[in-house]
């Protein structure tokens, strides 16, 4: 989920809720409008710009509690 920013490792993990896998897939043609999709099940997560607000809200924030509320809104996604 690198957004340009060389060096700027993001380390997270997806998990679905439906299948519990870990891949997800965007539309080759993707904006931040587009639908992010499990790639086992076709579960759709959220949105493209969602996602990457998730894992930047997920990697950006060590506070247990933000985290906490971060992993209730967006409970398929977890830091590593
Ligand atoms: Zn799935």
Do not use: Y
Request: proline share 5%.
């Amino acid at each position: 989920m690198s957004d340009g920013n060389a060096g700027d490792r993001i380390n997270v993990t997806f998990t679905c809720l439906k299948c519990g896998g870990h891949i997800l897939s965007v539309p080759d043609d993707h904006n931040d409008d587009s639908p992010v999709t499990c790639k086992g099940c076709g579960n759709v997560v959220g949105t493209l710009g969602e996602v990457k607000a998730a894992a930047l809200d997920v990697a950006a924030k060590p506070l247990n509690q933000k985290l906490d509320e971060i992993t209730k809104r967006f409970p398929w996604i977890r830091r590593t």
